[in-house]
């Protein structure tokens, strides 16, 4: 029975595996798939299989202009996010404030459903159109700060210079500081690789200047960008104010860099972070993003030798009593995720595909059906609401303040 049923789960999952290619068509059966397998009521099933693990989104900036159409992940437009959030709140998953589902995650107390809201890298998007959504909807949200580009005020270097390569329609560059003439039809990626690692390498005001020379060279106007703010960070007030409204700031890193097995780097990000951030902000700065999802599960000690708490990931999935707090799941939203792929994860029923796919789904039925709640890790269990403030209006409870800290 057992071997059956893992037989026809795997079926299921490689017809999914197999819907999910990146050509439009595959895409579309793939979303039809989703939208049968809803009907059927697998959703509704897998919601309640899932109920104890904790959804983190993943979200990064807001478009200030039309960036979404250049990196449709990276930057989205408004109406998603409120599309989104509508969707959590209808359907009643209670989005929590971070360190609340951390601290909830480890005494085994979450609400069925719980849910966060994280934002990476700190873009101008986040203050200019994201932070009123956030006030009119009184949600929590954790926004993850890098501070080298608010130390350092300019658009953020390689995601601009690779705008510029997507922008232009010149056929060839004459690259400035003499890194040759490149046809950019068969060489624009040799043309942009030498140009990323050369203003990699260059002290801040001239690498901006490089970025200006390169977007004469690309034919781009510069001075457009620059008036769009695209591409920019929060500066410091920006943060002020978001941190003053109630944005859970936390640690990204200095540079937004993170190597994996030098110990003396990696305090040093942590540090001047947490540094730079403390002149801001009053609260403890103790959880952490990794920069582009790299990391090495070593790397848990040493954060927690830097006083970190939990550390997030780009991994795929739900979170669970037993998930490591230094390699914990994220679901990531953007453009390229339809509303029924969107209610695909949040359901829980990708978590159960990947759990299909990787022959976990008994180990994980077990867990949730068949384990003993554990005694609270420290302290009595609180009343069921008192600190894991929800998003829905509806309810009368006080707003207390350290919602609000964390919006
Ligand atoms: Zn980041």
């Not at 990146?22 to 059966?29: E, G, Q």
């Not at 039809?32 to 693990?53: H, Q, V």
């Not at 384990?371 to 403030?389: E, N, Q, T, V």
Request: glycine share 6%; with cysteine; aromatic share 10%.
């Amino acid at each position: 029975m057992k071997h059956d049923l893992l037989r026809f789960g795997l079926a299921i999952t490689s017809a999914l595996g197999l819907f999910a290619g990146k050509t439009p068509s595959t895409l579309a059966i793939f979303r039809s798939a989703l939208t049968a397998i809803k009907l059927l009521g697998l959703f509704s099933l897998a919601r309640y299989i899932t109920r104890d693990g904790l959804r983190i989104i993943c979200y990064h900036g807001f478009a200030v202009a039309e960036e979404y159409k250049f990196r449709s992940r990276l930057f989205i437009r408004k109406e998603l996010f409120l599309r989104r959030i509508e969707y959590l709140q209808r359907k009643h998953f209670p989005i929590l404030p971070l360190s609340a589902a951390v601290e909830a995650l480890d005494q085994d107390r979450l609400p069925a459903g719980a849910t966060v809201i994280t934002m990476d890298d700190a873009w101008q998007g986040v203050y200019s159109v994201a932070l009123p959504i956030i006030r009119e909807l009184w949600i929590p949200v954790t926004l993850y700060v890098p501070t080298y580009y608010i130390e350092h005020p300019m658009p953020v270097f390689p995601v601009t210079l690779a705008y510029l390569f997507w922008r232009t329609k010149v056929l060839t560059v004459d690259m400035p500081r003499g890194l040759g003439t490149f046809r950019l039809d068969t060489e624009a990626g040799k043309a942009e690789t030498l140009a990323q690692d050369l203003g990699g390498s260059l002290p801040p005001a001239d690498r901006l200047e490089f970025l200006k020379e390169t977007a004469k060279a690309l034919a781009v106007p510069f001075d457009e960008i620059e008036k769009q703010q695209l591409f920019r960070v929060v500066d410091e007030q920006q943060l002020r104010h978001l941190a003053d409204a109630g944005v859970d700031i936390q640690l990204h890193s200095h540079r937004h860099q993170w190597p994996l097995d030098d110990r003396e780097k990696v305090e040093w990000e942590i540090v001047e972070n947490r540094k730079f951030l403390e002149r801001t902000v009053s609260h403890p700065l103790e959880h952490f993003c990794y920069p582009s999802g790299v990391y090495a599960p070593h790397q848990g000690e040493w954060l927690e030798a830097l006083g970190v708490k939990s550390a997030t990931t780009i991994e795929p999935g739900l979170n669970y009593v037993d998930t490591p707090r230094f390699i914990l799941r994220r679901l990531m939203d953007g453009h390229p995720v339809s509303d029924i792929e969107f209610e695909a994860e949040i359901t829980g029923f990708m978590e159960i595909v990947r759990a299909l796919r990787e022959r976990r789904l008994f180990s994980m039925l077990r867990r949730r059906f068949c384990r003993h709640r554990r005694p609270p890790a420290r302290g009595p269990d609180p009343p069921a609401d008192r600190d894991l403030a929800v998003s829905d209006r509806s309810r009368e409870t006080p707003r207390p303040s350290h919602l609000l800290k964390a919006l």
